[in-house]
């Protein structure tokens, strides 16, 4: 493991929220719920002023609604929220070179590897640096955790949540990891948790204690072995830019090409041995080996076999790589053999499952329309989502407040106004119509240097 803590890891704060908040003056500092508004809908997120009335992602919208009922209800603009993730990850490599993204608001950067930190003292300017400018960029607030692991790093970015930043100094990650829960642990959600506490474990003090062994026998293999190095703290998964490319392979090329087939098999083994030292050394496991040959005459070929279940087995993976070689004729001789795993899942996949089945919003979300509930039918209306902008001949740019029952209520301000009005319409109101979001920050310095003293002026 390094010595510095130069691994950061970001989080924006309450992300889709912020950027509603960011992007709607009127609800700065106020409750704000977005997610699913029809019948099934769950919170994708809500503001830390929702928070308070313990509103949370994931739960049923319902529940949210009898929990903050003056909240502002909101259905998400992935699109906005797209171009807002773009520009925080175009800072981000601005730093170096290995950008990790997570998700849209969350990604884990090696400062060593872009240079622009080293030691302690210079990754703590990068963190507060880029925390400046995330905020100069996008008019956004994120947190920073910089440490000297991956594991580390976002332990200390959920600390400084919302808005701050902590550095975990190497050598104390074991003291203060040891009192945890359990579920403060990669890959620990509420199922793995279930499990250990079960066995009398419920800190991360406890699964050290508990031993390696034990903690396969309770999580098998790749899961019990992974779980007991992080409770000690070790953690040596490297930062991986392109996610995306879900796969670990090794590949030899030969100076002459082989021709023994025994030989050839004996190759195809070692190279599955190294994947595998590979593949766990990032803590991953896989589904799908692939085999790669490629002949005398240039002609490459790939075949690959999908187990059941993920593995990080050696035996496993050299016995499908095997099969696979069976299946290709090397007669000729072969210049260059790989052996690699794709479908790969890391710690954290177990408990996603367990978690996200059925519960995250998916694609468009519902529109409002709470008044209709009477289940009266109306001729189909214009859809107006509920936090959606606007664009009005007379009245300029707003926002959808909710609509029903032939009306639209707007709400007409923009990123960089004072609060604004509210105005209802009927839904068919022809001067009316959808328009897209604007900048959160205005463009130019200067711009918005103007814009912010005519806020002041006439607030
Ligand atoms: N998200 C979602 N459904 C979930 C969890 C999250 O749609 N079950 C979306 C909305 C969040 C965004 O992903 O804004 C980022 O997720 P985070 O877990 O980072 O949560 P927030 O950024 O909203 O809040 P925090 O300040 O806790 O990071
Ligand atoms: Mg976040």
Redesign the pocket.
Known sequence: MRTAPTILHL???????SVEQASKPSLRGKAVI?GGLGPRGVV??CSYEARVFGVH??MPMAQARRLAPNAAYLVPRFGLYRSISDQVMRLLRALSPLVEPL????AFVDLEAGGAAWDEESALLAGVRLRTDIRAVTGLTGSVGLAASKMLAKIASEQA??DGLVLIEPGTERALLGPMPVRTLPGVGPATGDHLRRAGITTVEEIAEAGEDELVRLLGKAHGHALYAMALARDDRPVVAERETKSVSVEDTYDVDIHDRIRVALEVQRLADRCVRRLRGAGLSGRTIVLKVRRYDFSTLTRSETLRGPTDDQAVVREAAARLLDSVDTTGGVRLLGVGVSGLADYTQEDLFAQAVG???EGPAEEEAPESADGATRPVERRWPAGHDVLHTEHGHGWVQGSGLGRVTVRFETPDSVPGRVRTFRTDDPALEPADPLPLVARRPDEAADAEGQDRSSA
């Open positions: 989080d924006m704060d309450a992300f889709f929220a977005v994708a997120t992602s994931a998700s849209l608001d969350e949540k919302p519960e995250r919003p």
